[in-house]
């Protein structure tokens, strides 16, 4: 009766639940610029800012920090290929130990080593060389990672499994949209947390083949910018919706790509899942079974943020700087220019450009805005934070 009892207790949690605990779970956070960034340790230091993006099939790790850590360089160049652009000014370290906690770490890691302080503040991006050795499970409404052994067996209760394939180290997925005109098409797409401009981005042979700009009622004129740190052009709207499986989003902001290299200028692809769609649901990403396990989570229904002000800002040494100006909005009829500095929005003068982009939203209102021109005199607008598309 003991021997019975024992085997009992053994195998009732296997039987029943069929899942495995996390071997070690993470915080994540959301920075200023929408990206997902966590803490890790490189050998045995740590290293903040590092953004966790699915579309990155190497780790890289801005140049500042290896010299912090007086990393040793191997002699052979290489390059990064990014969503928007390619990197040729690239080194690669030594093979080196990285390691999320005390379980959770990757041997014999060459980074790549470029300087990212262009793309804002970013210490490293890490991608495939984390999520091919565990089986992960993101969830944005805890804000918390949990990560399981290869072969690992999460609990998949409510989840929707989809299969994707591996390009270029990247899961790739099939989704259907409609476009403004009620054109519908499904097609490949990346599944790209490093992606946090827009929900979703087409590639531009799609763009081109397909005559994207002339179906759209409104657009705006924007940028993008990629690993190279090249900002490209880019415009923006709105399209209809995007549906995965039997999960469909509606008025999804949308930028048409420019690119003449990187991944978003291959024509095997439609476009760009980004971040900002990903993170509406909690996912479980399983590279031994090629699967991704969806399920909406408190965000999904929340409506997209739309751009109101068609300002983007940039950090400099000197202060805080306008970095473009979408056209047609307000703010470029009121004679805000790319390169004025910001002095102040509604009287209040800051150094961070969080501050400043937070002062940017909200709809309808009316906000007042005192930049620097080039010969030194200050010029002061009011403009109307109102839907650009």
Request: aromatic share 10%; hydrophobic share 35%.
């Amino acid at each position: 009766m003991k021997t019975y009892f024992t085997i009992t207790l053994i195998l009732f949690p296997l039987i029943i639940f069929g899942q495995d605990k996390p071997i070690g779970q993470i915080p994540f956070a959301i920075n200023e610029d929408g990206n997902m960034t966590i803490t890790l340790k490189i050998n045995n230091s740590d290293v903040s800012n590092f953004i966790l993006d699915t579309g990155s099939s190497v780790t890289a790790i801005d140049k500042t920090i290896v010299e912090q850590l007086n990393l040793a360089l191997q002699e052979e160049g290489a390059k990064i290929i990014g969503t928007s652009g390619v990197n040729n000014d690239v080194k690669k370290t030594q093979k080196q130990h990285i390691s999320l906690n005390n379980k959770i770490e990757l041997k014999d890691i060459e980074l790549y080593v470029t300087d990212l302080s262009r793309l804002g503040k970013i210490n490293g991006l890490i991608g495939f060389d984390l999520f091919k050795e565990y089986v992960t499970k993101t969830n944005f409404d805890t804000k918390i990672i949990s990560f399981y052994k290869r072969k690992g067996k999460p609990d998949t209760k409510g989840y929707t499994a989809i299969n994707f394939s591996e390009s270029f180290c990247t899961p790739e997925i099939k989704i259907s949209l409609s476009l403004p005109n009620d054109e519908s098409f499904s097609g490949k797409v990346l599944f790209d947390t490093g992606n946090a401009a827009e929900p979703f981005s087409f590639n531009s042979p799609f763009v081109h083949n397909h005559k994207l700009t002339k179906k759209f009622k409104k657009l705006i004129t924007t940028d993008s910018r990629g690993i190279d740190a090249v900002y490209k052009k880019a415009e923006n709207g709105v399209i209809p919706f995007i549906k995965i499986k039997k999960f469909k989003l509606s008025e999804i902001p949308i930028s048409l790509s420019n690119a003449q290299q990187g991944m978003s200028s291959k024509e095997a692809y439609m476009g760009n899942l980004g971040l900002k769609y990903i993170s509406k649901f909690n996912f479980i990403l399983d590279y031994n079974k090629k699967k991704i396990y969806l399920k909406p989570n408190k965000s999904f229904d929340d409506a997209f943020n739309f751009p109101l002000s068609g300002i983007r800002l940039e950090e400099k040494e000197e202060g805080v700087f306008i970095r473009l100006i979408s056209k047609p909005s307000m703010a470029y009829d009121k004679g805000l220019r790319a390169g004025q500095q910001l002095i102040s929005i509604d009287g209040i003068k800051e150094k961070d450009k969080q501050f400043y982009q937070k002062a940017l939203l909200g709809k309808d209102k009316v906000v007042s805005i005192t930049v620097q021109l080039e010969d030194g005199t200050l010029k002061t607008v009011q403009i109307l934070l109102k839907r650009l598309i």
